[in-house]
């Protein structure tokens, strides 16, 4: 699989739909990735994408990746404004460092206390609803300090790749080292799986995040933006 059809897989929308040379994702509100539309062929039936999307109540929204210049100038020209520049990174699974004991702990599903951390983090309901409909394998990261819970993540692998997602570290345990042994215990459970390498999107923007990867080996394999219609 390609990167991007590991992000896919592992993070699934909740409705695809095919129209034309377009792959079209009906997000229910559990963000970009899963709302975004693609471009899979030569460009065309622009204003039918569009117009799908808006008849499920989204806002249009396409994810450009390399070589899709044409489509990024088209709907710059109607007004599309350019969003959240995205790396995604990889590593080889078995290449990082196994985590310290009881650091992370897979669970077979979301606990309470992983699900304070992510609402307290911004991420809610509709994002843990796109955890819930991944298919397995997959699993549920509780990420400890000094005993107490302190982070969470969702992981799932695809053939030879897994992704890590939703990384959450609270916020008095940041800067403390957490976020690396979590990443550390998600690649000992991907290579458990025999995916050989882990990946994981990381905005432009978040520098904390690019450096804590790329501490840990990760390096930039694909990299997207968004374009998103002006609200009517």
């Known amino acids: 699989m390609t990167a ?20 079209l994702r009906r997000g229910d509100g559990g963000g970009n990735r899963v709302s975004a539309a693609t471009l899979d062929g030569p460009m065309r039936d622009l204003d039918a994408a569009e117009a799908a999307m808006r008849r499920w109540s989204q806002t249009p929204l396409f994810m450009i990746r390399a070589g899709e210049g044409a489509l990024d100038d088209a709907l710059a020209d109607r007004g599309y404004a350019r969003r959240d520049p995205t790396l995604i990174l990889s590593a080889g699974a078995a290449d990082i460092a196994p985590p310290g004991a009881l650091a992370a702990i897979p669970c077979a599903g979301p606990l309470a206390c992983m699900t304070e951390i992510w609402t307290a983090g911004g991420i809610g309901p509709e994002r843990r609803a796109v955890m819930a409909r991944s298919p397995p394998p997959r699993t549920w990261l509780l990420g400890r300090l000094e005993n107490r819970p302190a982070g969470a993540a969702f992981l799932a692998a695809r ?21 690396a042994e979590m990443v550390r215990a998600a690649a000992a459970w991907a290579a458990a799986q025999g995916a050989a390498r882990l990946l994981a999107a990381v905005t432009e923007a978040n520098g904390a995040a690019r450096g804590l990867y790329a ?3 990760f390096r930039e394999v694909a990299r997207y933006h968004y374009r998103r219609a002006p609200e009517e």
């Open 4 to 23: 991007f059809e590991t992000l896919a897989a592992t993070w699934p929308a909740a409705e695809i739909r095919r129209l034309g040379p377009w792959t």
């Open 159 to 179: 053939d030879d790749a897994a992704m890590l997602h939703a990384l959450e570290v609270a916020a008095p345990a940041r800067r403390r080292g957490l976020g």
């Open 215 to 217: 501490g840990l080996g």
